[in-house]
């Protein structure tokens, strides 16, 4: 079976993947976390950062943009925060696309360290500016949202674990 979008084909073995990918950021994020009561926001740090940038770098923006957005924004549904749910939809989901799109340009397909630790920065970028923007909206103020960037950067420097674990996956998705 093959879904025609445009001028790619999403086939059966797309969507098998991407559910797959979606089920793994959700798992990272709603189990493999730890809550920082040190941070003003109360803030968490997950593993599903982890999931994404994997997810992205050895599968591709769109597969990395799904996976970031539904996996992250099930997690924000099924543990009381659904305010929230739309915007990490947003937020993760262009991370997601933003890292694929960088570590799979110039036919580097997720193989270069350089390109993948950028595709990291600039969607942690957006993230930080995404995530502020969103506390902003939903609480109102636009000074406490500044005690959620460290967090976020926090977020952002555990996701770099991601470049081994895609280093070694890589060499074995060409198998698939």
Wanted: net charge positive.
């Amino acid at each position: 079976m093959e879904l025609s979008k445009g001028k790619s084909k999403f086939t059966t073995k797309d969507m098998v993947e991407t559910a797959l990918l979606t089920a793994l950021v959700f798992v990272a994020t709603a189990f493999i976390n730890i809550r920082l009561p040190i941070l003003a926001s109360g803030g968490l740090v997950h593993l599903g950062t982890v999931m994404l940038f994997v997810s992205a770098i050895v599968f591709g923006k769109e597969k990395g943009a799904i996976a970031g957005a539904v996996g992250m924004a099930i997690f924000d549904l099924s543990s009381g925060w659904a305010l929230w749910a739309p915007f990490t939809f947003v937020v993760r989901g262009i991370m997601g696309y933003m890292v694929g799109a960088i570590t799979w340009s110039k036919n580097k397909e997720g193989n270069n360290l350089m390109y993948n630790i950028f595709a990291i920065i600039v969607s942690g970028g957006w993230m930080i500016v995404g995530y502020y923007i969103t506390e902003g909206i939903l609480y109102g103020n636009w000074i406490s949202p500044v005690a959620s960037i460290p967090g976020n950067v926090t977020q952002i420097v555990i996701g770099l674990v991601a470049l081994p674990i895609a280093k070694v996956l890589k060499k074995y998705t060409r198998y698939i």
